[in-house]
């Protein structure tokens, strides 16, 4: 599916990972919805380089744990931008603790932004999506959604749950021609890890990734856009991760 003259709807797509794409998007000829929770001066950045591009970039402040919010994305998408192709669900966060360390509050906030936002998201966008020939959905998984990490349940959790969601939704929706796919991404250098202490990067590179750096929000954007014009992969979860997770540790 070629993304000229496509709508793309990104959730988190204000900075890091879904920035870039929003970016790429552009620069094959689409229009983007990007969603954040604050129009800052980063989101007016990304609003201005995909203008320069000569393409339309709508913003849409929102909160995709709530469930208004999530519909109203898709809503005031296609009454700015005409339609919806693509729905790319990248918004997220990290919840950390072990079982006894998180609260229940922030359990069920976790499900609410990374995979009741998905459903949600979903079923404003299908009606839509349908009166097309083709299109594509993007889940945002993790390779903590493949292997356990420590003081990390929840995060584990809900991501493993997405990589689930797409492969029964990849087979309902094969008939409308709409491919559904997941993206797993390994160590990459946005506001996630900023945490992360120097002697724990150096670490990573040197002992966890095969390949010996970090990967950057580009790195997933060019596997985002390619499943979303890939026309003959669905129900996949790709992981981007320099080799972390193939490897015997």
Same mark, same amino acid.
């Given at each position: ?54 393409? &339309?970039? %709508? ?9 208004d919010d999530a519909r109203r994305v898709v809503d005031e998408t ?8 693509v729905l790319f669900h990248n918004a997220g966060g990290g919840t $950390? ?6 609260? $229940?509050?922030?359990?069920? /906030? ?30 945002? /998984? ?19 749950? %997405?990589?689930?969601?797409?492969? /029964? %939704?990849? #087979? ?18 946005? #506001? ?5 202490? $120097?002697?724990? &990067? ?14 950057? /929000? ?12 890939n026309e003959f992969v669905t129900g996949e979860n790709i992981v ?10």
């Open positions: 599916m070629k993304l000229e003259n496509k709508v793309v709807i990104i959730t988190g797509g204000t900075k890091g990972i879904g920035a870039a794409t929003a970016r790429l998007v552009a620069s094959k000829g689409g229009d983007v919805a990007i969603v954040g929770r604050n129009d800052d001066n980063e989101t007016k950045a990304v609003v201005s380089d995909i203008e320069k591009m000569g393409r &339309k970039c %709508l913003m849409i402040v929102a909160d995709m744990g709530k469930a296609v009454a700015a931008l005409g339609g919806v192709d $950390p603790g072990g079982i006894m360390d998180v609260a $229940p509050e922030d359990w069920m /906030s976790a499900f609410d932004v990374h995979v009741h936002a998905a459903y949600y998201l979903v079923r404003a966008a299908l009606p839509v999506m349908r009166t097309k020939d083709e299109g594509a959905i993007v889940f945002m /998984s993790s390779v903590a959604g493949i292997q356990a990490g420590p003081g990390a349940i929840t995060y584990g959790v809900v991501k493993g749950a %997405l990589q689930q969601f797409t492969r /029964s %939704l990849a #087979r309902e929706l094969g008939g409308d021609n709409i491919r559904v796919n997941c993206l797993a991404p390994g160590i990459i250098r946005t #506001r996630f890890h900023e945490k992360m202490t $120097p002697e724990s &990067k150096q670490h990573n590179i040197d002992n966890r990734i095969p390949i010996h750096r970090e990967g950057t /929000s580009e790195d997933v954007a060019e596997a985002a856009v390619f499943l979303m014009e981007v991760d320099g080799g972390m997770t193939m490897r015997i540790a």
